[in-house]
């Protein structure tokens, strides 16, 4: 009988059994999303060691990028920039799944990008 196996192929399906935090990393890019890239750390509580976490750089002719990472407890770093420096004019978002935002930014980042500070789990 052909009884669809559970164990087929890649799941697509968020799956509930992160330990920690959900996050989902949005960008909608400008007109230069080569010039656009991100990278996420860790940052360590003991030494300040911070460890990628995800990082990610634009291409030619993206216009939207949408990733979601599990996390454990703990204070994370993330840096998003601008190689050319002369500013982004798109939108990025840091949010919780479900729910809490943890940034947005839209068009007031400074011109050579910025890095934002926040700590799981998150309490504004």
Request: glycine share 8%; net charge negative; with cysteine.
């Amino acid at each position: 009988s052909m009884v669809p196996s559970s164990t087929s192929g890649p799941s697509v399906s968020i799956s509930p059994s992160c330990g920690g935090s959900l996050m989902m990393i949005k960008i909608q890019y400008d007109r230069y999303p080569d010039e656009t890239s991100y990278e996420l750390e860790k940052i360590a509580s003991e030494d300040g060691q911070e460890t990628e976490v995800a990082s990610h750089s634009g291409s030619v002719g993206d216009e939207n990028r949408e990733e979601t990472i599990c996390l454990d407890d703990g204070l994370y770093s993330f840096s998003f920039y601008d190689s050319y420096c002369d500013g982004f004019r798109g939108e990025y978002s840091l949010t919780l799944v479900p729910g809490e935002r943890i940034t947005t930014r839209d068009n007031s980042v400074s011109p050579h990008g910025e890095r934002v500070l926040f700590r799981l789990p998150f309490d504004r």
